[in-house]
C-alpha cells in the first residue's frame, strides 16, 4: 500500500497538485507530509481499533492545523468510509474519495 501511495503521491505532483500525506506507516514524499505517530499502529488488534485510533490522531492534526483541502483521497478498506463526512467538514473539501 505505502509504494502505491508514494507512486500515486509523485504523480499528482508531477502534474502540479500539492499533495500533503498523513500516515502512521512508511516515509515522506514531500515536506509537507505529516507522520502521525511513532508506533506502528497497524500492530494494534483488531485491526478496526488500529483504523479508529488512526483516524482520531487524523482528526486531531487536522482540527489543530485548520489546513484546507480540496480533495481528500482515503486510503484503507470499508472503515476508512466511517469518518469521512467528518474529515471532509475540517478540511472543507470539496470531495472525499476512497480506495480499497
Not at 13 to 23: A, K, M, S
Not at 50 to 56: A, D, G, P, Q
Not at 57 to 78: A, C, P, Q, S, T
Request: net charge positive; aromatic share 12%; with cysteine.
Amino acid at each position: 500500500m505505502e509504494s502505491h501511495i508514494y507512486n500515486l503521491s509523485k504523480e499528482q505532483i508531477r502534474e502540479g497538485n500539492d499533495v500533503t500525506l498523513i500516515f502512521n506507516a512508511g516515509e515522506k514524499v514531500t515536506s509537507n507530509d505529516i507522520k502521525i505517530s511513532n508506533f506502528p499502529l497497524y500492530r494494534i488488534e483488531p485491526q478496526f481499533i488500529c483504523v479508529f485510533i488512526f483516524y482520531l490522531l487524523v482528526l486531531r492534526v487536522l482540527y489543530i492545523n485548520k489546513e484546507r483541502f480540496e480533495i481528500v483521497h482515503l486510503h484503507g478498506d470499508w472503515s476508512s468510509a466511517i469518518f469521512h463526512s467528518i474529515l471532509k467538514k475540517i478540511t472543507g473539501a470539496r470531495k472525499v474519495c476512497l480506495s480499497i
